[in-house]
């Protein structure tokens, strides 16, 4: 059974930056498409990044340009590099890998 645990989440001032970190406890991460998602308080969860085993990435719109998405295969982690943040990016985080979800990290971006 594969664990995928998240952090990198807090509190953070409009424009600040955060990093998001997905440790993998098994040895998964690069062989399947991955994905960062969010959901806000009250919200349908919604795609926010992935990446596809040959490295290719996407974006939501929304994040296009202030977000990153990449990993290390070595370290078994996926990470969000998330800069400019804006109060709507306020949401609860998670990784996805194949079937597997953690269980997500706030980040709450104040105005």
């Known amino acids: 059974q594969v664990q995928l645990v998240e952090s990198g989440g807090g509190l953070v001032q409009s424009g600040g930056s955060l990093r998001l970190s997905c440790a993998a406890s098994g040895s998964i991460i690069g062989i399947y498409d991955m994905g960062w998602y969010r959901q806000p308080l009250g919200k349908e969860r919604e795609l926010v990044a992935a990446?596809?085993?040959?490295?290719?990435?996407n974006y939501a719109n929304s994040v296009k340009g202030r977000f990153t998405i990449y990993r290390d295969n070595a370290k078994n982690t996926l990470y969000l590099q998330m800069n400019s943040l804006k109060p709507e990016d306020t949401a609860v985080y998670s990784c996805n890998v194949w079937k597997y979800w953690g269980k997500g990290t706030l980040v709450t971006v104040s105005s």
């Open positions: 990446i596809t085993s040959g490295g290719s990435t």
